[in-house]
T-cell receptor
Framework: KQEVTQIPAALSVPEGENLVLNCSFTDSAIYNLQWFRQDPGKGLTSLLLIQSSQREQTSGRLNASLDKSSGRSTLYIAASQPGDSATYLCAVSLFYNNNDMRFGAGTRLTVKP | NAGVTQTPKFRVLKTGQSMTLLCAQDMNHEYMYWYRQDPGMGLRLIHYSVGEGTTAKGEVPDGYNVSRLKKQNFLLGLESAAPSQTSVYFC????????????FGQGTRLTVV
């Protein structure tokens, strides 16, 4: 059974710091991996999607990497800003089921001014 | 653009009562999903639909029913609510499988007392 773990559960950093969020999954048979952002009382917004054949994706100050063989992904946020404060979720799309995606519990990030 | 809209946003039910959550999307997406999010856990898939008139079970379908009579709407029903169904429910839609360009609603917070 695919399990997705995100550590730490919460992280607080000063503004301007570069940071890394971690995601691990137990079954390497994934189709893709996505990183989402969730703001309080709002839905999820997809930030980056990495196909299983890719190693990384970049969007602005965000860079996500994928090491499928070791079951790990990282989300790197450069020059963090207070507006980056949110919960970040990673999710893997199962290789053997087109329509099921397994989520981690998320990392709650606070960027202090 | 409305995107994915969930109705209602909040609801309190008594044990044994029934209710229906409505998800509406205006992007002509074929795929729609219902998830629940519980504290300390990732989102878990309840049911999904790959097109009008189709539904399928996800990871945690027990106690829920769904219908997709119109392409733009995906309904989630609780026939006899239980306290274990207290959760935040999210609807999502995507144009293709594997959650390609998936959009999420803002969530429905349901409390069963």
């Amino acid at each position: 059974k695919q399990e997705v773990t995100q550590i730490p559960a919460a992280l607080s950093v000063p503004e301007g710091e570069n940071l890394v969020l971690n995601c691990s999954f137990t079954d390497s048979a994934i189709y893709n991996l996505q990183w989402f952002r969730q703001d309080p009382g709002k839905g999820l917004t997809s930030l980056l999607l990495i196909q299983s054949s890719q190693r990384e994706q970049t969007s602005g100050r965000l860079n996500a990497s994928l090491d499928k063989s070791s079951g790990r992904s990282t989300l790197y946020i450069a020059a963090s800003q207070p507006g980056d404060s949110a919960t970040y979720l990673c999710a893997v799309s199962l290789f053997y089921n087109n329509n099921d995606m397994r989520f981690g519990a998320g990392t709650r990030l606070t960027v202090k001014p | 653009n409305a995107g994915v809209t969930q109705t209602p946003k909040f609801r309190v039910l008594k044990t044994g009562q029934s209710m229906t959550l409505l998800c509406a999307q205006d992007m002509n997406h074929e795929y729609m999903y219902w998830y629940r999010q519980d504290p300390g856990m990732g989102l878990r898939l309840i049911h999904y639909s790959v097109g009008e008139g189709t539904t399928a079970k996800g990871e945690v379908p027990d106690g829920y029913n769904v219908s997709r009579l119109k392409k733009q709407n995906f309904l989630l029903g609780l026939e006899s609510a239980a306290p274990s169904q207290t959760s935040v429910y999210f609807c999502a839609s995507s144009w293709g499988d594997r959650y390609t360009e998936a959009f999420f609603g803002q969530g429905t917070r349901l409390t069963v007392v």
